[in-house]
């Protein structure tokens, strides 16, 4: 019986060296490998997702408060602007999304938007997954003064009177011969548009970049 349990010890013994010399090698074989020893436990590791995160904290206050263009006035905006399935259509000043999502579902037209109120860019993403348009539209978190208008051949907006006619200066100067502009309410001082309408109640201004902008606007 003696001889037996002191059998067991033996074994039991040669049986944990063996697992301690395992446990060594193993963490020599990682040494040797240029890795950290493994610190895993019999539970399984869990990796923490990482997430891009598609809007940021606002830059600095907005320059117009947000009230959303009447779907009417959006639809008569396009339509004045002739924007088709080539256009480029860039909305300053984007909200909800709704002049960039209805471009994409109604024409085709490639649209983007421009906001720099974070939440406003979150419900127009949103309001573009429902419309089934995300594959033509994208809505950009940026200050107005800091965005390149270059790429657009049809610029909307709904800002405020002074705001335009900061603006105007870098439309004319960024924008090609024959680019559109549509604005809902207000004008742009001595630019003078080439089409005026009234769509319940609302003013609509549309203008064309020139080939040769005047001194006087630049």
Known sequence: MQFKKTLFLLVTGISITSLGIAGCTAQQQDLEAGTQPSTLTAQTETATPTTTPTTQPQERPGDVPYVPTPQPVVDAMLKVAKVGKNDVLYDLGSGDGRIVNTAAQKFGTRGVGI????????????????AGVTDRVRFVQQDLFKTDFSEATV???YLLPEINLQLRPKLLKELKPGTRIVSHAFDMGDWKPQQTLTVEGKTIYYWVVPEQVPANLR
């Open 115 to 130: 906001d720099i109120n974070p939440e406003r860019i979150e419900e127009a993403n949103e309001n573009a997954k429902k």
């Open 155 to 157: 610029v909307t907006l």
